[in-house]
């Protein structure tokens, strides 16, 4: 049976994976991978374009962690960023609302690779800015993830089953 400092080497491993894959290939190839008890990983590959597309990968995130008691999740792929002060966030998600954008739409916008990783306990948010000149990622940042799409799928499978 995994431990939760097992669960913690291998989410170190996976992020030195990912930091190699992109210097490799120069991107991130989307990923879910959720981890079963006994250790076991559950490798699936993943590619939405749109919003609905999104919706439906994260259902079979769900779906599948449930299907396996997956004790860890990990997604990974790359994303756009805006980076705003916290008193322009309403305006920027009322705008979006009604308009219909993408963070993609707007022209001062970054580019990211994360990794959604959660437990039964805990989601968290690992973020690193891209350098595409030398295919690196840098400037790692652990997060608590607070809102959004990408958040408690495994707290929300845990509570729904209890």
Not at 6 to 34: R, S
């Amino acid at each position: 049976m995994i431990n939760s400092d097992d669960i913690k080497k291998i989410k170190e491993v996976i992020i030195n994976m990912m930091k190699q894959n992109f210097k490799a290939d120069g991107k991130l190839f989307p990923v879910i991978m959720a981890l079963e008890p006994n250790g076991k990983m559950t490798y699936v590959g993943t590619t939405y374009t749109n919003q609905e597309e999104k919706k439906k990968t994260l259902e079979y995130a769900k779906e599948l962690c449930a299907k396996i008691n997956a004790v860890a999740l990990f997604m990974i792929n790359e994303a756009w960023i805006k980076k705003i002060k916290p008193e322009d966030y309403e305006n920027i998600m009322a705008d979006m609302k009604k308009t219909g954008k993408r963070i993609s739409d707007y022209g001062d916008r970054g580019e990211i690779g994360m990794m959604l990783f959660e437990t039964k306990t805990s989601s968290q948010m690992i973020t690193f800015d891209i350098d595409r000149t030398n295919n690196e990622l840098i400037n790692m940042m652990e997060n608590p993830t607070e809102g959004g799409d990408f958040k408690n799928i495994l707290c929300a499978i845990q509570t729904n089953t209890n």
